[in-house]
């Protein structure tokens, strides 16, 4: 999926890279599940242009949390909010002042239909379909930031009974793109393929629907001192790097 954003962006980050590079070293990087597309995309240009490699964690934010409360071995966190990256740090399981804000998620409601959803999300109070699939609210801000949006739209109690729940986004996908839910609410991320809808159908839902999905990104203690790790976030912090992540779907 990312080999088009590479050429894209690749030379770019290459000159802004290099001054960057030291011995290659890899670190472990937890993600939440929203954000693992263009995280291989950033690591495909880290790896080219520094030799530093990941490895790549993915997970619901609040299960990843768990892990790293328990002591799990992760050089550096993206979280799916800022309030979990915010615990971890009152906790001291992180690097002080290495907490930055990375992304902002959009929230869509997606059939692998292409004539199912409709551009106002009217397809919610109509019949043509059996269940609708949201991420976990506990450990999933998407999932939480879904059950926002019904609420708001007065569908609460008349799509309980529809609901099925994902772990985390990448399931909740997963349930719409096998056919075992006709709709999900799932990241603008996970159907988009260089900028554009990969397949099905797409309600992109108002940002006022919402409380805004700010997903932060911290060092962890583990991390300190890992020069792959601190490349990484100096990529994403960069031009050519904020760029790449826009073309998932995302804003700052």
């Known amino acids: 999926m990312f080999s088009r954003h590479l050429r894209l962006f690749l030379s770019t980050a290459a000159l802004l890279l290099a001054s960057w590079s030291a011995q290659a070293a890899q670190a472990t990087v937890a993600v939440a599940a929203n954000f693992a597309e263009p995280l291989r995309a950033l690591a495909a240009v880290l790896e080219k242009t520094t030799g530093h490699r990941l490895e790549i964690v993915v997970g619901a934010t609040g299960r990843l949390y768990a892990q790293i409360a328990n002591g799990a071995p992760f050089d550096l966190f993206l979280a799916a909010d800022q ?9 001291g399981l992180t690097v002080p002042g290495s907490r930055f804000l990375y992304a902002t998620g959009q929230l869509v409601l997606w059939s692998a239909r292409p004539d199912l959803v409709d551009k106002q999300g009217q397809v919610l109070r109509q019949d043509g379909w059996r269940r609708l699939a949201v991420a976990n609210p506990r450990t999933a801000p998407y999932g939480a ?7 708001q739209l007065g569908l609460t109690q008349a799509l309980a009974p529809r609901l099925v729940q994902g772990e985390s986004i990448a399931q909740t996908y997963n349930f719409a793109h096998t056919g075992n839910a006709e709709l999900a609410f799932v990241a603008l991320s996970q159907v988009l393929e260089g900028g554009r809808l990969k397949s099905g159908s797409m309600w992109v839902v108002p940002a006022q629907y919402h409380e805004p999905i700010r997903q932060d990104a911290v060092l962890l203690k583990r991390g300190a001192r890992n020069e792959a790790a601190r490349a990484l976030v100096k990529l994403m912090q960069s031009p050519a790097g904020q760029d790449l992540i826009r073309s998932f779907g995302y804003t700052f």
């Open 145 to 151: 930031a879904a059950l926002q949006t019904l609420a």
């Open 83 to 91: 309030a979990t990256v915010a615990k971890a740090e009152s906790e």
